[in-house]
């Protein structure tokens, strides 16, 4: 609130503090604009008729701070002359109140202002997450065609191969070519899996199974993948430990987690697959012998479409939509899942989910103090 007057100051904050605003009030427009620097009001009262700044230069001046051309402002004036009340709306005021100001025609004004300033801030939030969602749309297909571009091209080599064109083909490189197909797949069926998960959230179909068994399965879903780059993987679980969830989606979970080891690990390293009871719970790990990854990007990584340059620990652009997958998985279980550091060197990515579902949850998951 702006005004010279401290009768009037008195009278309005008394109006406004009956219906619960909170009031900061001032007397002149110079302490109006510098106390905007630090303070953000939902609306201001303001008086016309000021010595020094009047109340028409205050509103011109507050209209190009950033968002003042949001902020709601109110005119007060004592003044009967229409061509003030145009004045007032050629400043970019957005109301004009007569004095004496009567406290219901206030508080009506006051609301209704308020009112449209939240429905304005619906707006604005809901255009800037469609912009945000377009552009997020337009970067997957950028990211898509560039990284599918090299798999595919290895694919047509290998199927070259395969119609003699180019020679025999070896057993291993029918083993890649498989393994590129694969990955092709996961990431593929990642995508669909985070749109579904973002808009429903991620189904589950859990059952009771044993870890070891399903670790043996997954073994050799990886092993030549590995075999290709002189990669080393072991494997470590109790043989009585079972756990409740989804065994695909868990697949798929480490199978990205795998990935990313011998993606970011020297040919020749090894990385450990290690299951273990930790309580309630059941944890996972993946350990590699990579470079590891700072302390300050192991939360973005998880985050879509952004993953580290296999040849720095820099973090760049890419589909990388493996780790936000894996995220969605774990809170779809639950769960959590983190990375930490490696002993000597290296990176753990860690997944912990509960034994069994909780009770009373769900088997999937989606993921008036205002200021005038």
Same mark, same amino acid.
């Given at each position: 609130?702006?005004?010279?007057?401290?009768?009037?100051?008195?009278?309005?904050?008394?109006?406004?503090?009956?219906?619960?605003?909170?009031?900061?009030?001032?007397?002149?427009?110079? &302490?109006?604009?510098?106390?905007?620097?630090?303070?953000?009001?939902?609306?201001?009262?303001?008086?016309?008729?000021?010595?020094?700044?009047?109340?028409?230069?205050?509103?011109?001046?507050?209209?190009?701070?950033?968002?003042?051309?949001?902020? $709601?402002?109110?005119?007060?004036?004592?003044?009967?002359?229409?061509?003030?009340?145009?004045?007032?709306?050629?400043?970019?005021?957005?109301?004009?109140?007569?004095?004496?100001?009567?406290?219901?025609?206030?508080?009506?004004?006051?609301?209704?202002?308020?009112?449209?300033?939240?429905?304005?801030?619906?707006?604005?939030?809901?255009?800037? @997450?469609?912009?945000?969602?377009?552009?997020?749309?337009?970067?997957?297909?950028?990211?898509?065609?560039?990284?599918?571009?090299?798999?595919?091209?290895?694919?047509?080599?290998?199927?070259?191969?395969?119609?003699?064109?180019?020679?025999?083909?070896?057993?291993?490189?029918?083993?890649?070519?498989?393994?590129?197909?694969?990955?092709?797949?996961?990431?593929?069926?990642?995508?669909?899996?985070?749109?579904?998960?973002?808009?429903?959230?991620?189904?589950?179909?859990?059952?009771?199974?044993?870890?070891?068994?399903?670790?043996?399965?997954?073994?050799?879903?990886?092993?030549?993948?590995?075999?290709?780059?002189?990669?080393?993987?072991?494997?470590?679980? $109790?043989?009585?430990?079972?756990?409740?969830?989804?065994?695909?989606?868990?697949?798929?979970?480490?199978? @990205?987690? =795998?990935?990313?080891?011998?993606?970011?690990?020297?040919?020749?390293?090894?990385?450990?697959?290690?299951?273990?009871?930790?309580?309630?719970?059941?944890?996972?790990?993946?350990?590699?012998?990579?470079?590891? =990854?700072? &302390?300050?990007?192991?939360?973005?990584?998880?985050?879509?479409?952004?993953?580290?340059?296999?040849?720095?620990?820099?973090?760049?652009?890419?589909?990388?939509?493996?780790?936000?997958?894996?995220?969605?998985?774990?809170?779809?279980? &639950?769960?959590? =899942?983190?990375?930490?550091?490696?002993? $000597?060197?290296?990176?753990?990515?860690?997944?912990?989910?509960?034994?069994?579902?909780?009770?009373?949850?769900?088997?999937?998951?989606?993921?008036?103090?205002?200021?005038?």
């Amino acid at each position: 609130m702006v005004d010279d007057d401290a009768l009037a100051r008195r009278s309005l904050r008394a109006m406004l503090e009956r219906s619960y605003y909170v009031v900061e009030a001032v007397e002149t427009g110079q &302490e109006a604009l510098s106390i905007l620097s630090t303070y953000q009001p939902d609306l201001v009262l303001l008086d016309i008729q000021m010595p020094g700044m009047d109340g028409l230069e205050v509103c011109r001046r507050i209209r190009v701070l950033p968002d003042g051309d949001l902020l $709601p402002i109110i005119f007060l004036t004592g003044d009967e002359r229409l061509e003030l009340h145009a004045e007032a709306l050629r400043a970019k005021g957005d109301d004009f109140l007569r004095k004496p100001i009567r406290s219901a025609e206030l508080i009506i004004r006051v609301r209704s202002l308020m009112r449209l300033k939240r429905l304005q801030a619906e707006v604005q939030a809901e255009r800037d @997450n469609l912009l945000d969602l377009q552009k997020q749309r337009e970067q997957l297909f950028e990211f898509i065609v560039h990284d599918l571009k090299n798999p595919l091209s290895a694919i047509q080599m290998g199927l070259d191969l395969l119609d003699g064109t180019q020679g025999a083909a070896s057993q291993n490189q029918v083993h890649r070519l498989r393994d590129t197909a694969r990955y092709m797949g996961r990431m593929i069926q990642n995508i669909l899996d985070i749109g579904r998960a973002e808009q429903v959230g991620l189904e589950l179909r859990k059952t009771r199974f044993g870890l070891a068994g399903w670790l043996a399965g997954l073994q050799q879903e990886v092993e030549s993948q590995a075999q290709s780059r002189q990669h080393r993987l072991s494997w470590e679980c $109790p043989e009585e430990l079972e756990v409740e969830a989804d065994a695909e989606v868990l697949q798929r979970l480490l199978l @990205n987690l =795998i990935d990313n080891a011998l993606k970011y690990s020297p040919n020749g390293s090894q990385t450990r697959i290690v299951a273990r009871s930790d309580g309630n719970s059941v944890r996972l790990e993946v350990r590699d012998q990579g470079d590891g =990854i700072p &302390e300050a990007m192991r939360e973005q990584i998880f985050g879509k479409f952004v993953r580290l340059d296999e040849r720095s620990t820099d973090l760049r652009s890419g589909s990388g939509l493996g780790l936000a997958f894996c995220r969605m998985a774990a809170e779809a279980h &639950e769960g959590r =899942i983190w990375v930490e550091d490696n002993d $000597p060197k290296g990176s753990v990515f860690a997944l912990e989910i509960p034994r069994t579902r909780r009770a009373g949850l769900p088997e999937s998951s989606g993921g008036n103090s205002e200021g005038a």
